[in-house]
């Protein structure tokens, strides 16, 4: 079945800590994407990577860092940096047709 | 940077009513998508839009991109309860970007 996968669904975390959460795909697709979303909210670009082991910035990306060392995964650490890391995370990667396809998300809690 | 401006911000509405919801930029694109989020999910897209004018269905879903290239509409017929959650229209903005509107949430009354 191809499609997005991100884990874990739930993610807690003490304020100060690093964490990665994980974005895997077997679409093929070249380009991949990290959004926010806070309640209420639409999405927010964090990063994006149009080719492997290229990415660029999106909207709000201070307090958050990507890599892209494969094709299929685009893992994201939000850092102690990040002042307001609480929210719901969404990966999602696109093929040249521009239509993106979103995984199921990862809600981060931190306190 | 792109104002994308989406109403109704809510609708409730009965089983059974037709749905419309819009999104204006205040810039022409040469895309407009639409997805519908369901609670604790990630959006699905409905529908893709790749020319001024275009109407494209997609089952109980007909969406259109305006002829000024600035604005998109989505219409949901005869509405059933699977159809409550969050629409958000999107734009491309260069290099792939997507750049969301702020979603209308409908709720359905059986």
């Known amino acids: 079945d191809g499609g997005i996968t991100q884990s874990p669904k739930y993610l807690f975390r003490k304020e100060g800590q690093n964490v990665t959460l994980s974005c895997e795909q077997n679409?093929?697709?070249?380009?991949m994407y990290w959004y926010r979303q806070d309640p209420g909210q639409g999405l927010r670009l964090i990063y994006y990577?149009?080719?492997?082991?290229?990415?660029q910035k999106g909207d709000i990306a201070e307090g958050y860092s990507v890599s892209r060392e494969k094709k299929e995964s685009f893992p994201l650490t939000v850092t102690s940096a990040q002042k307001n890391p609480t929210a719901f995370y969404l990966c999602a990667s696109s093929a040249v047709s521009y239509e993106q396809y979103f995984g199921p998300g990862t809600r981060l809690t931190v306190t | 940077g792109q104002q994308l401006n989406q109403s109704p911000q809510s609708m409730f509405i009965q089983e059974g009513e037709d749905v419309s919801m819009n999104c204006t930029s205040s810039?022409?694109?040469?895309?407009w998508l639409w997805y519908k989020q369901d609670p604790g999910e990630g959006p699905v897209l409905l529908i893709a839009?790749?020319?001024?004018?275009e109407l494209t269905s997609n089952g109980r879903l007909t969406a259109q991109f305006g002829i000024t290239r600035k604005d998109s509409f989505l219409n949901i017929s005869a509405s059933i309860p699977s159809d409550v959650g969050i629409y958000f229209c999107?734009?491309?903005?260069?290099?792939?970007?997507?750049?969301f509107g702020q979603g209308t949430r409908l709720t359905i009354n059986p």
């Open positions: 999107a734009l491309i903005q260069g290099a792939q970007k997507l750049v």
């Open positions: 839009l790749y020319k001024a004018g």
């Open positions: 990577s149009q080719i492997v082991n290229d990415f």
């Open positions: 810039s022409i694109f040469n895309t």
């Open positions: 679409l093929n697709h070249d380009a």
